[in-house]
């Protein structure tokens, strides 16, 4: 599931973009990119980071340990500000389409990893200095554990090694990658091409059928992408075969 900010950090960017005001059409002029980050640039993130609606800590060397790196930086087209309630879906769309660069797969070899991103805004001092960009990071893991990302992340259109495939681990089926201790693994990533979103009793009916025939065990479970990702194009559905590790 892709990272974002929560209701509190689309308020405030949202507040944000409200008291710039007609300033902001100069500030614009001035330097849209005031603050960006540069891509390929590494970070060394934890969960609560992630979740932020803005970071703008100093990067770390790529050498050395790092949980993020920067994929892709994208200004604002013109007619979406801040706090428009577009801005998620133009900020998910850069991030996906960066993400499946990164590694070098397609869209379905991408749900089999363990692989995710986050976004995020410029802080309120780029904004009011007329910052208009969002940028995607690349990460490894659950939103609550972040693992090191490796020296390089291209996977191709092999099977993923087991240090980052997507597996899945305890009652709450949290994602892991397939090197740690897990109870399921993603062995199938489907697409489903409906217009609308499902409903749950029809995520829950398409989903039994279609990974009953895609899984290699009798007890297997399936996960959608949210609402969020799926409007942004990513219409995966990622069935999931019990294992023994």
Do not use: N
């Not at 490894?140 to 191709?156: H, K, M, N, S, Y």
């Not at 199938?188 to 279609?210: C, E, H, M, N, Q």
């Amino acid at each position: 599931m892709p990272r974002r900010p929560g209701p509190s950090a689309a308020v405030l960017v949202g507040m944000l973009a409200a008291a710039v005001g007609t300033g902001a059409a100069t500030a614009r002029a001035a330097d849209p990119m005031v603050g960006a980050p540069v891509v390929g640039q590494c970070h060394d993130m934890g969960p609560d980071e992630l979740a932020a609606a803005a970071y703008d800590e100093a990067p770390v060397d790529c050498s050395t340990t790092h949980t993020a790196t920067t994929i892709a930086v994208a200004q604002l087209p013109d007619g979406l500000d801040l706090g428009s309630g577009r801005l998620e879906r133009f900020a998910l769309e850069t991030c996906f389409a960066a993400q499946r660069a990164a590694l070098g797969t397609t869209a379905r070899g991408v749900r089999l990893t363990a692989y995710d991103i986050g976004w995020f805004a410029p802080t309120a001092e780029q904004q009011a200095a007329g910052a208009r960009w969002v940028r995607c990071d690349l990460v490894l893991g659950d939103a609550r554990e972040l693992r090191p990302l490796p020296t390089d992340v291209r996977i191709g259109k092999g099977r993923a090694d087991a240090s980052v495939a997507r597996c899945l681990a305890g009652r709450a089926a949290r994602v892991t990658t397939c090197a740690q201790p897990h109870t399921f693994r993603a062995t199938s990533a489907l697409r489903v091409d409906v217009t609308r979103y499902p409903a749950r009793k029809a995520r829950d009916r398409i989903g039994a059928d279609r990974c009953r025939k895609a899984v290699s065990t009798l007890s297997y479970r399936f996960g959608w992408p949210a609402k969020a990702a799926w409007r942004a194009g990513d219409r995966t559905l990622v069935c999931y075969s019990r294992t023994t590790s």
